[in-house]
């Protein structure tokens, strides 16, 4: 009984990008990479199908991070006025 290989994700992505580009067909490709052909055509697939999130997200990264970038300086602002508040009644302005 074989094991099942595992493939990492950076050679799953080195070998769709050389599917994606065109250079080469599927059976150069399985047999540059030694991998079957069918495994090939999944990982294209996959590809395709998650480069618009891969897009997507760095939008959406920077719109959270500036979300809470927004939060955390309304929180800041809130301790300053009460840091603010305090003192100015302790001093007696």
Same mark, same amino acid.
């Given at each position: 009984?074989?094991?099942?290989?595992?493939?990492?994700?950076?050679?799953?992505?080195?070998?769709?990008?050389?599917?994606?580009?065109?250079?080469?067909?599927?059976?150069?490709?399985?047999?540059?990479?030694? @991998?079957?052909?069918?495994?090939?055509?999944?990982?294209?697939?996959?590809?395709?199908?998650?480069?618009?999130?891969?897009?997507?997200?760095?939008?959406?990264?920077?719109?959270?991070?500036?979300?809470?970038?927004? /939060?955390?300086?309304?929180?800041?602002?809130?301790?300053?006025? @009460?840091?603010?508040?305090?003192?100015?009644?302790?001093?007696? /302005?």
């Amino acid at each position: 009984m074989t094991k099942r290989r595992r493939f990492s994700a950076e050679f799953k992505a080195r070998v769709a990008l050389d599917a994606l580009s065109g250079g080469y067909t599927l059976a150069e490709l399985a047999a540059k990479y030694n @991998v079957h052909p069918n495994m090939i055509t999944q990982w294209k697939k996959r590809a395709k199908e998650h480069l618009p999130e891969l897009f997507a997200k760095d939008t959406d990264r920077s719109d959270a991070a500036r979300e809470a970038e927004v /939060r955390e300086l309304h929180a800041k602002i809130g301790r300053l006025v @009460v840091e603010n508040d305090f003192l100015s009644k302790a001093f007696g /302005r």
